[in-house]
C-alpha cells in the first residue's frame, strides 16, 4: 500500500502540546523549509475556521491564558486571510485579511451557530510583521476571549469587541485561504 503525499512526514515535528483541529495535509505546513519558523498554506479555500483544515491548536489554561504569534504577511495573496483564534462553536479570531491589494487587521466573532456574526472595522496594515495575541479569562465564570495586535510584540492595542466562551475551546494559530508563516506560536 502506498502512502499518500498529503499523509506521508514532511520532516517536521511538532511538540506534543499541538495538536491539528482535523487531519493536516502535510505536503501544506513545515517547520523545515524556513527554519525557526511554521510554514501554514491551506490547499483549498475554507468558508470558515470550523472548515480550515490545517489549523493548530492547543487546549488553553485556566484560569487565564494568553497565546501570541508573529505574522510574517509579505506574500498575502487577496481573498487570504491569517490570525490567531479562540474557538470551539462560538469563537472569535483577529487576523491579517487581505483584499483588493490591501492588507487590513481584522477581529471577528462567530455566534453559537457558528456564522460571523461581528466583524470590526478593519485597520490597514503598516508592516510586513505583526504580532497577534489572543486572551482567554475564565476567572469567576466570565469566560471571555479578547484580542490584540502589536507591530513591536510589546506594545498591544485591542482590536474588536469580547467574545462570550466556555472552558472547553483551544487556541489556534490558523491559515484560512492563505500561505503565510507564524514564526512564533506560544
Excluded: K
Excluded at 487546549?59 to 494568553?66: A, K
Excluded at 451557530?113 to 490597514?124: E, M, N
Excluded at 486572551?135 to 465564570?141: E, L, M, N, T
Amino acid at each position: 500500500m502506498t502512502e499518500s503525499a498529503e499523509n506521508a512526514w514532511n520532516g517536521s515535528n511538532l511538540g506534543l502540546q499541538w495538536q491539528w483541529n482535523h487531519n493536516p495535509d502535510n505536503r501544506l505546513w513545515s517547520l523545515t523549509e524556513r527554519p525557526g519558523h511554521l510554514r501554514l498554506t491551506t490547499g483549498s479555500v475554507a468558508s470558515s475556521i470550523l472548515d480550515a483544515r490545517n489549523t493548530l491548536t492547543q487546549r488553553t489554561l485556566g484560569p487565564t491564558s494568553s497565546g501570541t504569534i508573529s505574522l510574517d504577511v509579505s506574500h498575502m495573496q487577496d481573498g487570504d486571510v491569517a490570525g490567531i483564534s479562540a474557538y470551539q462553536r462560538t469563537y472569535g479570531y483577529i487576523a491579517v485579511t487581505m483584499e483588493c491589494g490591501t492588507r487590513s487587521l481584522v477581529m471577528r466573532r462567530a455566534g453559537g451557530d457558528g456564522v460571523i456574526a461581528f466583524t470590526s472595522a478593519p485597520v490597514p496594515l503598516r508592516a510586513d510583521v505583526v504580532y497577534l495575541r489572543a486572551d482567554v479569562d475564565f476567572r469567576d465564570a466570565v469566560d471571555t476571549a479578547s484580542f490584540a495586535y502589536s507591530y513591536d510584540g510589546s506594545n498591544w492595542t485591542r482590536l474588536g469587541d469580547t467574545v462570550p466562551m466556555r472552558y472547553d475551546l483551544g487556541l489556534g494559530c490558523a491559515a484560512i485561504g492563505t500561505a503565510e508563516q507564524a514564526d512564533r506560536c506560544e
